[in-house]
Each structure stands twice: as C-alpha cells, then as structure tokens.
C-alpha cells in the first residue's frame, strides 16, 4: 500500500488544480487532479503527528509554488486499485490518502512544473474536467465541507459501485 496526500485548497470559489502531464505510472497521467503526493518517511508514523499536514504544504509547495496557511485534515480515502486496470500503471498498488482544506496560501503560483500546469478552477467547472473515475466522488464528499472517511473502489476501468462508500465524522 501507498500512503500520500492530496490537498483541497478553496479561494473565492475556485480550486486548486494541476492538469498532469503525461508519465508512465502515474495513475493522474494527463487528467485533473489536486496536488499532493507520496508522504516520505518521515511524514508518517506517531513519531510525527503533524507529518502528513507537513507533506501537503510540501506536495503543495513544490508543485504549484503556493504555500498554505493554516492547513487541516479533512479526511481520508483508500482507493482500493486492486482489480483496476489503468493504461499506464503496470503495478497498480492500493492509496491511502489524506485529505487536506485550506482556505489561506502564500506566494505565487507556478503555472508549470515537472508535474504539470497549475491553474485556478471554478468549483462549479471540476465535474466537467477530465479526471479519474472514482474522483468524481471525492469531489462530491469534498464539497460536503464536512469530514469524512471514504473508500472508492474499482472494477476494470469503471467505479464499483457497490464497493465505493462514506463515513462522515461530524
């Protein structure tokens, strides 16, 4: 299993976004996605409680060149990717991701980087954007505004429904 983060950065109605370019095993390849990444080792375990919040103001950072202020856990999700079948993710692991908010940031924002184009989207534009499957649900929990734990699941290309739920914590 992979561990990581994807950040939910909301300002005058707009979200953060990088349009990926394409790689080989990446599962965002060439789609919308919100920033975030892999956590380092040291962003994980009771060592460091604050380690994941620390690696969304890094994946933030160093993709989009923006800086967050005042990040806090929104969630969770396990992408469950064991009988999907991606075109260009060979060796498709299961996700766990933590979901970050913030509504403050620093600096400006880099429209290209090695992961992409950085841009601004209207929230009322992401369900017409290119994207995975199964995130068309975790903009829906987004959007809730309210904390949740949830697990999408796939079978083949497709969203197994039966398999993709939500918990809200509050």
């Known amino acids: 299993m992979k561990y990581g983060t994807m950040t939910y950065l909301s300002s005058n109605e707009r979200v953060l976004m990088i349009k990926k370019g394409l790689r080989e095993n990446d599962p965002n390849s060439g789609v919308f996605t919100l920033p975030g990444g892999n956590l380092k080792?040291?962003?994980?375990?009771?060592?460091?409680?604050?380690?994941r919040l620390e690696a969304a103001v890094r994946e933030?950072?160093?993709?989009?060149?923006?800086t967050l202020i005042n990040?806090?856990?929104?969630g969770?999700?396990?992408f469950d990717n064991h009988e999907r079948i991606f075109d260009n993710w060979t060796r498709p692991e299961d996700f766990l991701v933590y979901l970050i908010t913030a509504i403050n940031y620093t600096g400006k924002i880099k429209p290209q980087t090695e992961?992409?184009?950085?841009?601004?989207?209207?929230?009322?534009e992401i369900d017409k954007l290119p994207k995975n499957v199964g995130d068309e649900k975790m903009y829906q929990?987004?959007?809730?505004?309210?904390?949740?734990?949830?697990?999408?699941?796939h079978k083949g290309r497709v969203l197994d429904e039966a398999g993709t739920f939500v918990d809200y914590l509050d």
């Not at 933030?60 to 923006?66: A, K, Q, S």
């Not at 992961?115 to 009322?124: D, F, K, R």
């Not at 929990?141 to 999408?152: N, Q």
């Open 141 to 153: 929990w987004l959007k809730t505004r309210r904390r949740f734990f949830g697990v999408i699941k």
């Open 76 to 78: 969770g999700i396990l």
């Open 71 to 74: 990040p806090r856990l929104m």
């Open 60 to 66: 933030t950072e160093e993709e989009t060149g923006l």
């Open 41 to 51: 080792d040291r962003e994980k375990g009771l060592d460091n409680p604050y380690g």
């Open 115 to 124: 992961e992409g184009t950085s841009l601004w989207v209207n929230e009322a």
